[in-house]
């Protein structure tokens, strides 16, 4: 998995185990890092360029924290070399806080309607890793058993449940609804539009697609 520290966007190569992570190694030690340790297994590389983790299906995760929306426009311009240089699907992971909630909708702006990526936003890094370890263990559930969306039925993690209540027009109940129905996060954002209407009707399934797909 040796790659060049200077490569933008260095893991198209690198083949992620299922129910593995591939970490950035600026984020060792952690509060992100620790809480994904005995969850899944959590290898860290260095030199992965833009990318903070990799997880199966050329899937990749870009956590802005608090401190990146603080410090200025560097974050931004990582996220759309990202999205100019790489064919990996990425997911964008920012800290929504009381501190970072002002340059929220910018971010919102810049990552869906510009460059048309998802955004999952949480309270802190806790909720970043339970959404990471959630789109694992799913990509896992898939692998092994293509049927078993249609049979799961326990209540989604908290995390994932406050990150889709942050979908225009979605609140707690159509959130429950829509989780139900798709299992994960990550099936979510992959609903077609006639999909999402059969859970939460024709206006809130446009408002859902648009900001997810735009």
Not at 140 to 158: A, M, V
Request: hydrophobic letters at 40%.
């Amino acid at each position: 998995m040796t790659t060049k520290a200077n490569s933008p966007v260095t893991a198209g190569s690198i083949v992620v185990p299922y129910g593995h992570v591939i970490g950035n190694e600026k984020w060792r030690g952690s509060e992100v890092a620790q809480r994904l340790q005995g969850k899944v297994r959590l290898i860290f590389e260095d030199g992965l360029g833009l990318v903070d983790f990799h997880l199966p299906n050329r899937t990749c995760i870009l956590l802005i924290s608090e401190a990146d929306l603080v410090a200025g426009d560097e974050f931004k311009r990582r996220l759309v070399k990202f999205r100019n240089t790489s064919s990996l699907r990425g997911i964008i992971i920012v800290e929504k806080t009381q501190i970072s909630d002002q340059y929220y909708l910018g971010v919102q702006k810049l990552v869906v309607l510009e460059l048309g990526m998802v955004l999952l936003p949480v309270a802190n890094q806790g909720e970043a890793s339970q959404l990471i370890i959630q789109l694992v263990r799913e990509q896992s559930r898939d692998r092994t058993n293509p049927f078993l969306g249609k049979q799961r039925t326990q209540l989604p993690e908290p995390a994932v449940l406050q990150a889709a209540q942050h979908i225009p027009g979605v609140g707690k109940t159509k959130a429950l609804l829509l989780l139900q129905r798709f299992g994960s996060i990550h099936r979510l954002c992959n609903a077609s539009l006639d999909e999402l209407e059969q859970v939460v009707g024709q206006t809130v399934a446009q408002q859902i697609y648009t900001f997810l797909h735009s």
